[in-house]
């Protein structure tokens, strides 16, 4: 069974920039709509980002459009986050999630994804 893996987090000013990775571990002939989710300390896990198999569609929470963009490398088997901008209040553990693609589409519902990485915390300090 495909793994998947995020990497990138850490801890940068309001303003700054980071970029987190979520790759597979693995080879899968499985095609699979990605997303981004975020669970920030007591509160509920929340969408972030998502994105069709080919990498044409993408949808955006409304607190992070303009800032923040997706982007995927499926020859790589991975998945991209830029974060721009970045406010204190999107301080949070990111979660990058994989639903089967056939049928499928973008989601904001993370219990539609089947499968999550381990999470990458990033904190934005002011």
């Known amino acids: 069974q495909v793994q998947w893996v995020e990497s990138g987090g850490g801890l940068v000013q309001t303003g700054g920039s980071l970029r987190l990775s979520c790759a597979a571990s693995g080879r899968t002939r499985t095609r699979y709509v990605m997303g981004w989710f975020r669970q920030a300390p007591g509160q509920e896990r929340e969408f972030v980002a998502g994105i069709s198999w080919g990498g044409t569609i993408t949808e955006y929470a409304d607190s992070v459009k303009g800032r923040f963009t997706i982007s995927r490398d499926n020859a790589k088997n991975t998945v991209n986050l830029q974060m721009n901008s970045l406010k204190p209040e999107d301080t949070a553990v990111y979660y990058c999630?994989?639903?089967?693609?056939?049928?499928?589409?973008?989601?904001?519902?993370?219990?539609?994804?089947?499968?999550w990485g381990q999470g990458t915390q990033v904190t934005v300090s002011s």
């Open positions: 999630a994989a639903r089967p693609a056939g049928a499928s589409s973008i989601t904001s519902s993370y219990t539609s994804y089947d499968y």
